[in-house]
């Protein structure tokens, strides 16, 4: 029975459009199991997502988020480390949990009109600065 309990919390935490979108217009920040690339890009993050679209190579649905915390491949790989902006492919988000808290700033560098690595967006965050 513990693991039919186990399996009912995975498949409620699991990210749908519906959730993200909601994330998104809520400013809520959320946690997410990322089943990235390796090294190091496997595991929990807590993110501030912004804006969900579909990639420019592949049209995969991706999502862009500010990156507080949790696992990163960004050290091994030469870019800035945590915080900062990721582009998170949607179908790699294993789970996706509301954590309760919000964010009211815009992070540096944000863009109010969109994404420049999506070819086309669903939703971004509003800001009132």
């Known amino acids: 029975m513990n693991l039919l309990n186990t399996f009912k919390v995975i498949l409620n935490e699991i990210a749908s459009l519906n959730d993200i979108e909601k994330s998104i217009r809520n400013k809520n920040v959320v946690t997410i199991y990322y089943d990235g690339d390796e090294p ?3 595991g929990l ?5 912004v804006c969900l679209g579909k990639s ?3 049209n995969n649905m991706v999502l862009r988020a500010w990156d507080t915390e949790g696992a990163s491949n960004t050290a091994s790989i030469g870019e800035k480390p945590l915080p900062g902006w990721r582009l998170f492919r949607v179908d790699k988000i294993f789970t996706y949990k509301n954590t309760m808290s919000t964010f009211n700033e815009p992070r540096p560098n ?5 994404d420049n690595s999506m070819s086309s967006v669903i939703l971004n965050a ?3 600065t």
């Open 110 to 114: 944000y863009n109010p009109n969109g």
């Open 40 to 42: 190091g890009g496997k």
């Open 45 to 49: 993050r807590t993110i501030e997502p």
């Open 126 to 128: 509003k800001f009132n």
């Open 56 to 58: 420019k190579g592949g």
